[in-house]
């Protein structure tokens, strides 16, 4: 089997570089950040009396 010229696999590693490094942009900006309600988060538990 006859091997790939060097700057062959230059370019595969280059082009593998880029299609990966699209593929995180891409998916890092699809979805928008939602925003954080700056407050407390209020948690409201009923009053029971438990008898035992």
Same mark, same amino acid.
């Given at each position: ?9 230059l ?20 979805? &928008? %950040? +939602? /925003? ?5 988060p209020?948690f409201? &538990? %009923? +009053? /029971?009396?438990?008898?035992?």
């Amino acid at each position: 089997m006859p091997q790939m010229e060097p700057l062959l696999w230059l370019n595969l590693f280059i082009m593998f570089l880029i299609s990966f490094s699209v593929y995180f942009i891409m998916n890092y900006y699809m979805k &928008s %950040p +939602s /925003k954080i309600s700056g407050g407390v988060p209020k948690f409201s &538990s %009923p +009053s /029971k009396t438990w008898t035992w």
